[in-house]
């Protein structure tokens, strides 16, 4: 099963270049960043929530690991309830219904669609000035 899992979210060829496959000792500092994520989504696919509670990374990562993540992203998220600290849009653009947090306080709540539609809701003006900029 763990090897299943680490397949759907694209480690398998990290696993197969492991000298001892499973079985390898890992450091501190043996996973990339990406890596390190990847895995922590296998740990949630092997645990199977129907919850899944996320703080989006905001760490830099090179394309292809990028692409990767964002699929093992897809794959997590299908058929289980998430809740999303999100920093980028593309993130946002997954989402059912949006959540604003300012100062603690709820900004604002609603359907995606129906804040997007609403050039007066908070979301629709962080979308014009550009989510990444305002987040960042």
Known sequence: QVVDVLEQVGMKPWLDGLADGLETKLGSNSLSAGEAQLLAFARVFLADPGLVILDEASSRLDPATEA?????????????????????????????????????????????????????????????????????
Do not use: C, W
Request: proline share 1%; hydrophobic share 45%.
């Open 68 to 136: 990767r993540v964002e699929r093992a992203l897809n794959a997590l998220l299908q058929k289980r309830t998430a809740i999303i600290i999100a920093h980028r849009l593309s993130t946002v653009q997954r989402a059912d219904a949006i959540l604003i947090l300012e100062e603690g306080r709820v900004r604002e709540y609603g359907p995606r669609q129906q804040l997007l539609a609403d050039s007066t809701s908070r979301f629709s003006q962080l979308l014009q000035t550009g989510l990444e900029e305002v987040f960042a």
